[in-house]
């Protein structure tokens, strides 16, 4: 087999680069490649300076996840990088695309480092549940200091290039398409000097002065971290290159590398890893199906989700119209996209001129005769068939052939709408969850007679506008709001029973969602629909709206609030949970934690398997991608059926049978089987 790394010589610089499609993953091969380089470079006394660069796409973007879990073959990631480290011939890292994990340690063992100023540097080794394990922990810190390190390894978002020259991460900013030049340039002025390692280096002081930034950083970042164990391993090992030797603090790094790569929240977000890639893929559409180009989208409803909907559009640069019945609820709208977008600028994630120029693309209109050149209309109307066909038939005939035909609805079925059209092939399902500018699920509805192109479009697009897609076919509330429907039916069912309702939120939280459903109740608002007759009260949620509590907005829902919005349980509430009980004959008890674990996920469980068996989901993992992106799931337990893999499917069924729930087909022969859904 060829190897991925070559060499040319260009006079006394030898460049290395790196050939290994899609992104230069740090695999066996290249690793040795990398090594046989720089002996290469060491051997030759008329080489006086060494450049690393990358083929294709992008610089390193990371070791080889694919290569994780299976017995390690030599030469590992940190022997490579300490032999490239230690030559005393300047060896200098040429960056383009992304210098990711492995691929931003690749660059900190090397002794400068120059980028061009598209490319972006990071150590996202936290989003696989692991953190750096070739010394990108002890490098890091003591190249930029112990601040500057910490969101890059605890966080894991990448920077830009400029921030990483500003705070000494990467040495110099070079001509974007002069890379190679500019680095043997700039690699020929260094010769003769005493080489700078990362590893001597000690500008982590700011960590030993100030010890308490590992605190604070806890503190500041609690949210985020809340569940994870990678974070604080990440914040310790950061903490350990301002106490201990490089050395010291490389075989503690390694420690705890190899604690996470074996723990089961690495393999969920591992699992998670490549179920998000898998989910844009549709196994019986070629991957080469011809697209729609999308330069123009219509949007029915200013309203928060088609406000928030066409602001995905806007922020990608795709220009918008969208369409309300009246002036006021049209301006109203479009003055929240706006104050939005304001709100980010403030915030410093925007500039003023790209919110100028995000608002300058969108056209209000009352107008249906100007939706009719866009190349893609979502409707964002009330939840209603009769009102969506009315609206389907409209833009039947009044939007031009060839374009596509959305809708946003949640549960409706998307056959019958496109069945009033004459282009049902053109109709799709692309729900969004609100608020939808913020929110990455886009479930992506495929009816029955949907245009491949139609799909393969909408996958392209939802990359495009930043979203996290997975295809659901046509069934009631689709892949997430029909399995979430299962939890809700027993979290009201075990209220009724005698659990306390707090108890029902606090096991979610305790799981990892970052909210309960009565929580989220009293968030969204428990006078959703309330029909405002108080001597007609047949739920709980109509007992509470009759006496007033209709949630947090009124101080009181579930929850009491004070004014800091701080919740505590309610007895007033609890009471008229259990005269609502007795009403309706239903005995209560007391209902350990246990049994509301799993009465709320089991039921989910069974619904995923029912929606596999039904075709509905491609693959198990496109489940876990709803779940995570879309209702808060936490990824690291990889996603309800992954979750339910892990645990064991006889468990699952074991627990559905204690408490008396259905338990379909094929989650049964599956567990009897022994076999997991991923
Ligand atoms: N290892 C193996 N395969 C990888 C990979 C990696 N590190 N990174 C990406 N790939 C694969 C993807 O699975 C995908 O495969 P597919 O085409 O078969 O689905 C293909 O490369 C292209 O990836 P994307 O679809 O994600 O391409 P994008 O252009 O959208 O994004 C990227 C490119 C930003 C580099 C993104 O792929 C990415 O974020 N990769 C992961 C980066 C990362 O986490 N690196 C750290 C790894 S852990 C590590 O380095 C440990 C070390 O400290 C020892």
């Not at 059926?641 to 699952?652: E, H, K, N, Q, S």
Request: glycine share 10%; aromatic share 6%; proline share 5%.
């Amino acid at each position: 087999m060829t190897s991925p790394i070559r060499t040319e010589k260009h006079d006394n610089v030898l460049v290395i680069i790196s050939d290994n499609p899609p992104v230069n993953a740090l695999g066996q091969a290249v690793r040795a490649g990398l090594v046989a380089g720089i002996e290469e470079a060491l051997s030759d006394d008329s080489v006086e300076a060494v450049i690393i660069r990358c083929d294709g796409r992008t610089f390193f973007a990371g070791a080889d996840i694919t290569e994780f879990g299976k017995p390690p073959q030599g030469p590992s990631l940190p022997d490579a990088l300490d032999r490239l480290e230690a030559s005393d011939k300047p060896v200098v890292a040429a960056i383009h695309g992304t210098a990711l994990g492995g691929g931003c340690e690749v660059a900190l063992a090397c002794h400068y480092r120059v980028a061009v100023p598209s490319a972006k540097l990071g150590l996202p080794e936290v989003k696989l549940g692991l953190i750096p394990g070739a010394a990108g922990t002890q490098r890091l810190p003591r190249l930029v200091g112990a601040e500057a390190a910490l969101p890059l390894v605890a966080i894991g978002n990448p920077i830009p290039a400029k921030k990483a020259k500003d705070i000494g991460l990467v040495d110099e900013l070079v001509s974007e398409d002069a890379l190679e030049a500019d680095a043997i340039a700039f690699a020929k002025s260094k010769i003769g000097q005493p080489v700078p390692r990362s590893s001597e280096g000690n500008a982590n002081q700011d960590g030993i002065k100030n010890p308490d930034i590992f605190d604070e950083f806890r503190a500041k970042n609690g949210r985020k971290m809340r569940g994870f164990d990678a974070p604080n391993a990440a914040i310790e090992a950061v903490k350990t290159a301002g106490e201990k030797s490089y050395e010291e603090g490389a075989k503690r790094e390694r420690e705890l590398f190899m604690q996470l790569m074996t723990g089961t929240q690495s393999k969920a977000m591992r699992h998670y890893f490549f179920a998000e890639r898998a989910a844009n893929k549709i196994d019986d559409v070629p991957a080469d199906t011809p697209l729609i180009d999308i330069k123009k989208v219509g949007i029915i409803g200013a309203g928060t989700m088609g406000g928030g909907i066409a602001m995905n559009f806007l922020s990608a640069g795709i220009p918008v119209t969208i369409l309300e019945m009246k002036q006021d609820a049209l301006d109203r709208g479009t003055g929240v996209m706006r104050k939005n977008y304001e709100n980010t600028a403030k915030r410093g994630r925007m500039t003023d001129e790209q919110v100028e120029g995000a608002m300058g693309s969108l056209t209000p209109t009352l107008d249906y005769g100007d939706l009719a050149d866009c190349d893609l209309v979502i409707e964002a109307v009330y939840e209603n068939m009769d009102v969506k066909k009315e609206v389907f038939t409209k833009l039947d005939e009044i939007v031009k052939d060839g374009a596509i035909l959305a809708s946003n609805t949640s549960y409706l079925d998307i056959n019958e709408i496109a069945s009033v059209t004459n282009r049902p092939g053109y109709v799709i399902g692309l729900h969004f969850f609100s608020p939808a500018n913020v929110m990455k699920l886009l479930e992506v509805v495929r009816g029955e007679k949907t245009r491949d192109d139609v799909l393969a479009t909408s996958m392209k697009l939802s990359k495009k506008i930043g979203k996290v897609a997975a295809v659901s076919g046509v069934c009631p509330g689709f892949i997430g709001n029909r399995m979430l429907s299962k939890r809700q039916e027993q979290a009201n069912k075990l209220i009724l029973e005698g659990a306390n309702y707090w108890d029902v939120d606090d096991v979610l939280l305790e799981f990892g969602f970052p909210m309960g459903p009565f929580q989220m109740g009293d968030l969204a608002g428990i006078d959703i629909g309330w029909h405002r007759d108080p001597s007609k009260v047949t739920t709980v949620r109509e007992a509470l709206c009759a006496v007033g509590r209709f949630g947090q907005k009124a101080g009181k829902g579930f929850y009491d609030y004070d004014e800091s919005r701080n919740r505590t349980p309610s007895d007033e509430v609890k009471q008229i949970i259990s005269d609502f009980a007795e009403k309706e004959g239903t005995k209560q008890r007391d209902i350990s934690k246990d049994e509301i674990r799993e009465r709320l996920l089991y039921p989910m469980v069974n619904e995923g398997a029912k929606i596999l068996d039904e075709g509905m989901a491609q693959r198990a993992s496109d489940i876990d991608v709803v779940w995570i992106n879309g209702y808060g799931w936490p990824l690291y337990t990889g996603g309800p059926m992954f979750w339910a893999d892990t645990i064991g499917l006889d468990t699952v069924v074991a627990g559905l049978e204690k408490h008396d729930l259905p338990v379909s087909d094929y989650l049964r022969k599956k567990a009897e089987a022994g076999k997991t859904f991923n």
